[in-house]
Structures are given as C-alpha cells and as structure tokens.
C-alpha cells in the first residue's frame, strides 16, 4: 500500500496563549523516553516517528506562510527523508489546510492525515490495525472517535453502523451539532484513500467556502457512497497540546508511564 501523510501545522495556536506567538505549536516540547532515557522532542517529532513506522513513504506539512521554525527543525531531524512543506496564506479551517498539503502527495494511494498538537498512544499500532481493518473491508476511509461527555465540542458521529467490535460504518458526521446524537467524537487522525479525499476537498474548494471543515468533506464523501470505517479507541489514548489543560494532562500522562517510548 503506497501511503503518503498530511500533517496540518497552520494553526495559530492561539489557545495556547503568548508562547505561541513566536513559538510554532507543533514545536511545543514534551518529555519522552529514548532507550530508557528522558528526551525532550516536540509533538511534530512523535508524530513524523509513528508516520514513518506504519510505511508513509512522503509527507507534506502544511505550515504557515511566516512559520520557518517548522521548516529548519524538521530538515535538521528529518533532512534525509521525504517530508515537503505547503503554505496556507489565510486560516481557512482544517479542509483547506489537508487540501493544500494534498498537492504535495500526488502518486500516493492512501493518505494519513494528522493535526500537529495531539498523538495517540501507540500509535502506529493503531494505524497498523486500520490498515489491516481497510483491507478486510474493502474501506475507503478510516476515522477514530473516542466517547466524551461534551460532544457538542467536537465532529460526532450522528448516524452509524456496528460491524465489529469497536468497528462501525459511518452513516452521518456533523461538526459541533447542538443536539449530538452519540457520544462519539472524531480523534484528530485520519486515513483516507487519496482520490476520495481529495475529490471531496475539491468540490468545496470549488463551491468557494471560505472555511472548509474537514468533518463536512467526510460527510460528502460519505454521501457520494464512500465507505468509511469509524474505529473506536480509548478516550485516554489521545493526547493533546492544543490547550493548556490538554498539555497539561499530556505531561502528567507521559511522566506516569512510559506511554511514547521513541526507540
């Protein structure tokens, strides 16, 4: 399986507070172990590592047009690998940033997508297992939820089908529905085959919306008969830096147990 990566490091972080304004958040530092050892590597790091674990040949990260810092940390880890970069010159939501980074990808089959500020534990396991799960049903789209108690927060699934344990065929996705109709939020990963994700990020793009949801061109792939997989994990497993309660429980998480082991 021929597998490129989008990873989407435009955001302005501007949750996150002052640090970010001169401080790229897909940089923000968090502490791992490398041989048993304490590191300090930023998310962007793990999430590159777990990438090219599961077989991603290319990725793409979509920065912004004043953020160099990404630019000269990944070519001084990473300068030997195929990682390109794309600017999005205007926040236009998660869709257009994934859209733009798909440029980047062309030849590839499949497509990981992945936002800069969160990481699941163990997950290269994880895609592994979608990997096997996209084979065994013919699938053309992967999406993880975990169950949370304020969905209305979050993409939801609002129409699905069980068709294994934890495994479900996505029916209807909504972004920040006031009335959620599960408990099952969308987990900032994704896996998608290249043609149907980009076919359904055209056609927005095309309609001239200037925020794209990512979430809404799921809902169109799904409409236009995609077959897409919602695969279930903890509602531990994400770990997240996108606030300062997600970056605190993300250091507390990794300090109790050797839960991002970089070997």
């Not at 507070?17 to 304490?38: D, M, Q, R, S, Y």
């Not at 869709?95 to 497509?111: I, P, Q, S």
């Not at 699905?160 to 990963?189: C, H, N, Q």
Request: glycine residues 8%; charged residues 20%; contains cysteine.
């Amino acid at each position: 399986m021929n597998i490129g990566a989008v990873v989407t490091a435009a955001g302005l972080g501007s949750r996150n507070g002052p640090w970010t304004l001169v401080f790229p958040k897909a940089l923000l530092p968090v502490v791992v172990k490398v041989n048993g050892e304490p590191h300090i590597r930023p998310m962007l790091d793990l999430i590159i590592t777990a990438l090219t674990r599961v077989g991603c040949s290319r990725i793409c990260i979509t920065r912004r047009v004043d953020d160099e810092g990404i630019v000269r940390y990944t070519k001084a880890l990473w300068g030997t690998f195929n990682i390109d970069f794309t600017t999005q010159p205007e926040p236009r939501g998660f869709g257009d940033a994934v859209y733009r980074g798909l440029g980047c990808l062309n030849g590839v089959e499949w497509v990981i997508v992945h936002a800069d500020d969160g990481l699941l534990v163990n997950e290269s396991s994880i895609l592994t297992n979608a990997i096997k799960l996209v084979n065994e049903h013919d699938a053309d789209g992967i999406v993880f939820v975990r169950r949370v108690s304020n969905p209305s927060r979050y993409g939801v699934l609002q129409g699905f089908t069980k068709v294994g344990d934890g495994v479900y065929r996505v029916i209807d996705i909504a972004e920040k529905p006031r009335e959620p109709k599960s408990d099952l939020a969308l987990t900032a990963v994704y896996m998608f085959r290249y043609s149907v994700l980009y076919d359904a990020l055209r056609k927005m793009e095309d309609d001239g919306r200037f925020i794209v949801e990512f979430t809404d061109a799921i809902k169109l792939a799904v409409n236009d008969n995609a077959k897409v997989l919602a695969v279930e994990v903890n509602p531990r497993s994400w770990l997240s830096t996108g606030t300062p309660g997600d970056y605190s429980a993300t250091y507390s998480a990794i300090q109790g147990a050797d839960v991002l082991e970089v070997t």
